[in-house]
């Protein structure tokens, strides 16, 4: 039976981030010149390097692509996962660890490596040999405690598929009869 999962999409790259929103600005301030100008000349220019931007770009997009990742994460057996929380008990005296109920180091990479069983490129080919300490410092705090709440609930939270929902509608109907 397939187990639930979610997908997570993120890159190798973590600077090509930061080239895209460079290259939108220099987009959109090259936009106000060719739409608002006056002069033909100055738009004629503007135009010609929007045609160089939009290339850059396109050639930016492919890159992106091929950086991404877009990792499949399943939930694991209960036993797999209470062993996995087992060997990775939380530390005397660290308040994160207590409070979670394992160790925080350790714990998050063996978590990803256990409930990792896909991932693909941004043009769906697979990515063989991936590893989740590949892309762990790589990607940001929001992003990782995003992945990792997804890979916690899926094995922590109660089934979201509403079981006593016949049991609810029987009751409805035998109490209107």
């Given at each position: 039976m397939?187990?639930?999962?979610?997908?997570f999409t993120t890159?190798?790259?973590?600077?090509?981030?930061?080239?895209?929103?460079?290259?939108?600005?220099?987009?959109?301030?090259y936009s106000l010149i060719f739409n608002r100008?006056?002069?033909e000349d100055l738009a004629e220019e503007a135009g010609a390097m929007l045609d160089e931007l939009r290339e850059q770009q396109t050639a930016l997009k492919d890159k992106i692509k091929t950086a991404a990742r877009v990792i499949t994460v399943?939930?694991?057996?209960p036993k797999k996962f209470a062993r996995l929380m087992a060997a990775h008990?939380?530390?005397?005296?660290?308040?994160?660890?207590?409070e979670?109920?394992?160790?925080?180091?350790?714990?998050?990479?063996a978590l990803m490596d256990a409930a990792i069983t896909k991932v693909v490129d941004g043009y769906g080919n697979p990515v063989e040999g991936f590893q989740w300490a590949?892309?762990?410092?790589?990607?940001?705090?929001?992003?990782f405690q995003t992945i990792i709440k997804l890979a916690l609930s899926l094995?922590?939270?109660?089934?979201?598929?509403?079981?006593?929902l016949a049991e609810s509608e029987n009751r409805q109907t035998s109490e209107t009869n």
């Open positions: 397939p187990q639930p999962k979610h997908e890159t190798i790259d973590g600077s090509l981030e930061v080239e895209w929103q460079q290259l939108e600005q220099k987009i959109a301030g100008s006056d002069d399943e939930r694991l057996a008990p939380p530390r005397e005296g660290d308040p994160f660890d207590k979670t109920g394992f160790n925080t180091d350790t714990f998050d990479r590949d892309v762990v410092d790589e990607i940001s705090f929001g992003q094995n922590t939270s109660q089934t979201a598929v509403p079981f006593s």
